[in-house]
């Protein structure tokens, strides 16, 4: 079942520099900043009451993130929303239409991911998470 929003990402070309000006922007210092090989990016993590922002830089020139920030500029990158039984949410919302991107869970920073693709989501690149 989905139980909330989790994130917001954000890519960005430069993580050091958004880092500094989130940092002015919340009055917080990043909970977690880290690269993920799997990922192929660097990412730093806010936490805020409700939610957490993700800042993302990619760190090869062809990744998903890489062509997303070449293609379209920093800015919203996905929308992350919390499971508590993920291959069971993937199931079902394969079954109402949705187009998972990978066709199995990922290891991500936090536990499993999945993610679908925005052509299925009116737009919006969606991540579930299951920690």
Same mark, same amino acid.
Do not use: N
């Given at each position: ?16 520099? =958004?880092? @500094? $000006?989130?940092? =002015?922007?919340? *009055? ?5 900043? !880290? ?9 730093? #993590? &806010? ?10 830089? +990619? $760190? ?5 993130? =890489? ?5 379209? *500029? ?16 993937? !199931? #079902? /919302?394969? *079954?109402?239409?949705? %187009? =998972?991107?990978? +066709? @199995?869970?990922? !290891?991500?920073? %936090?536990? #499993?991911?999945? &993610?679908?693709?925005?052509?299925? $989501?009116?737009?919006?690149? /969606?991540?579930? /998470?299951?920690?």
């Amino acid at each position: 079942m989905i139980t909330g929003v989790d994130h917001l990402a954000i890519v960005v070309s430069d993580l050091d520099r =958004a880092i @500094e $000006t989130y940092k =002015a922007i919340l *009055g917080i210092e990043p909970r977690k900043v !880290q690269e993920i090989p799997e990922q192929e990016v660097r990412m730093a #993590r &806010f936490s805020l009451p409700g939610g957490k922002i993700e800042l993302m830089e +990619p $760190t090869t020139p062809d990744s998903g993130v =890489a062509r997303f920030l070449q293609k379209r *500029g920093e800015g919203l990158h996905h929308v992350c929303l919390a499971s508590d039984d993920l291959d069971s949410d993937i !199931q #079902r /919302l394969v *079954g109402e239409g949705l %187009e =998972a991107i990978t +066709p @199995e869970p990922q !290891q991500g920073s %936090e536990g #499993r991911v999945v &993610f679908f693709h925005p052509r299925s $989501t009116h737009g919006v690149l /969606l991540e579930l /998470l299951e920690k």
